[in-house]
């Protein structure tokens, strides 16, 4: 019987002391407790910390993208080969995967991707993921490793995805721990705290903003703490930090695909009769648009909004789109098909 997926995300702040070196103690942590999940799960680790434990070798780093990319160059290696020390007494192999946004986006090489990582799960290695930061496009990147963790939780099917975070969980105004979120609302975004680590890109908004995807296409998700004892067991089992219920949707994987790893183009928005239609699983037509912001190609991935501003679907068009004038005299088209829309 297949193994059902793990991906297990690691941010700086997790695994770097607060001189940017990498955590040993940590590392040990972590490949002691995945090795203990390895018999049941396909784990997936994206881990960030290159950047952090690269910066001090540069003179007067100041965070600009081209000294990112170069603590990168110099973190990456220091990093797999930190972790790859540790699992080797665990008898475990690892295999390094540096990944770029247009490898979702291209559905392809995602194919490609997910053939390859299958592999090495068919022969006990797991891959360790982080961004490809030394040839990442600007405007291509991801927006931090929350993103690049759940591109592959939700692309892949996986059961779970696992934040890890510098602190145990979502905290409530007091500071205690939110031990489960049934939904990700507004209400629950408002919990986060505005600031991030020194260290990282992220903060607790990208990491509720992600698992809310993960939730929204199946994928339970956990943020917790490496600081609790086996606090990777733990976050498996629901029984420590802030777990987020996943929704109960049959999506397919070309679907969960689309609404996760295309990259999207536009803005639609619709009046109040599309977005029922859309709830209904019916095609999005030109009748019911109000607004577009951006011209869209045959093939593109866009988002559509209600006209309350918010998101409600992704979709991939079926044809091109000059403007909403030009589309609104033909009543019938259908701007996206059903099969090709992704309720959120």
Known sequence: MKKPILVIKFGSASITAKDGEIDERVVLEIARQTAMLQPKYNIVLVSSGAVAAGKKYLKQYTGTLSERKAAAAIGNPMLVTTYSNYFRAFKIALAQSLCERQHFANRD??????????????????????????????????????????????????????????????????????????????????????????????????????????????????????????????????????????????????????????LIKALVTVDQGAEQALLNRKSLLAVGVLHINQILETGEVFQIANEQGEIVAVAKAKVDVIDVAGIKEQKNLAIAHADDIVLL
Not at 141 to 167: H, Q
Not at 220 to 247: N, P, Y
Request: glycine share 8%.
């Open 109 to 262: 090489q995602f194919l490609q991707l997910k053939d390859t990582y299958e592999e090495l799960w068919k022969n006990n290695v797991i891959p360790i993921a982080n961004e490809n930061d030394v040839v990442s496009n600007k405007e291509l990147k991801f927006s931090d490793n929350d993103e690049l963790a759940t591109l592959i939780a939700v692309g892949f099917g996986a059961e779970k995805i696992l934040f890890s975070t510098s602190v145990p969980g979502v905290l409530d105004a007091s500071g205690k721990v939110v031990p489960e979120i049934a939904v990700i609302d507004k209400q629950a975004l408002s919990l986060a705290r505005k600031d991030k680590s020194s260290v990282g890109l992220g903060g607790m908004t990208s990491k509720l903003n992600f698992a809310r995807l993960a939730n929204q296409m199946g994928i339970e998700a956990v943020i917790f703490s490496m600081q609790t004892e086996d606090g990777i067991l733990k976050a498996v089992q629901g029984q420590t930090g802030t777990r987020c219920h996943a929704q109960a949707k049959k999506i397919s994987s070309r679907n969960k695909w689309l609404a996760s790893g295309g």
